[in-house]
């Protein structure tokens, strides 16, 4: 069966540390995957799109790597912060234009 | 960045009406809109997505009847959850792409919906 998986259990780091989750993917050949950042009780906000023949995308503080061949994405933020506690969605598509399905997402507590 | 706002962001209703949440996309036009719907410390699980001028396409589990959606114009989609039961109690959260088949997706603040 088609299986998207985070950490469902919370990440905490210290402030400063670079935080880094995990989106593993079984039965899915992506187009492309895209990072999400949702608070508690607001609709998720759209941080990176990589598509399946980029190794590395970076934004900001913010850098994802996609290995198609582990089947796996990663997300680091470098330099965290207390205001990048969150919960971090991973999501992907198999074509352009399809759904995306969503993973059960990681929450990052990170401490002052 | 573009806006999607949803309406009410919290609605409290008796079991057995129905309760229609708007979802618009404020600066760009969205030829698809989907629904999603959350439970507590779950990820988001689409329900339906809502074509301009046709009719939804539900995922499997989803009742068409129970779950109406009318995307009425390139700005605005609409999902009715009728005959409310407490048990449709959830979070439910619309997203809009913009700039294509592979384009961002903007999604709203959510609705909090409680069924008493």
């Known amino acids: 069966s088609q299986k998207i998986e985070q950490n469902s259990e919370a990440l905490n780091i210290q402030e400063g540390k670079t935080a880094t989750l995990t989106c593993n993917y079984t039965n899915y050949s992506p187009a492309y995957l895209q990072w999400y950042r949702q608070d508690p009780g607001r609709g998720p906000v759209f941080l990176l799109l990589i598509r399946e023949n980029e190794k590395e995308k970076r934004k900001e503080r913010l850098k994802v790597t996609f290995d198609t061949t582990l089947k796996q994405s990663l997300f680091h933020i470098t330099a965290s912060q207390p205001a990048d506690s969150a919960t971090y969605l991973c999501?992907?598509?198999?074509?352009?234009?399809?759904?995306?399905?969503f993973g059960g997402g990681t929450r990052l507590m990170v401490k002052p | 960045g573009a806006v999607v706002s949803q309406h009410p962001s919290w609605v409290i209703c008796k079991s057995g009406t129905s309760v229609k949440i708007e979802c618009r996309s404020l600066d760009f036009q969205a030829t698809t809109m989907f629904w999603y719907r959350q439970f507590p410390k779950q990820s988001l699980m689409l329900m339906a997505t809502?074509?301009?001028?046709?009719?939804?396409?539900?995922e499997q589990g989803v009742e068409k009847d129970k779950f109406l959606i009318n995307h009425a114009s390139l700005t605005l989609s609409t999902l009715t959850v009728t005959s409310a039961h407490p048990e449709d109690s959830s979070f439910y959260i619309c997203?809009?792409?913009?700039?294509?088949?592979?384009?961002?997706?903007?999604f709203g603040e959510g609705s909090r919906l409680t069924v008493l």
């Open positions: 809502s074509n301009e001028g046709s009719k939804a396409t539900y």
């Open positions: 999501a992907l598509a198999e074509n352009a234009g399809n759904m995306l399905t």
């Open positions: 997203s809009a792409r913009r700039g294509g088949a592979a384009g961002e997706l903007f």
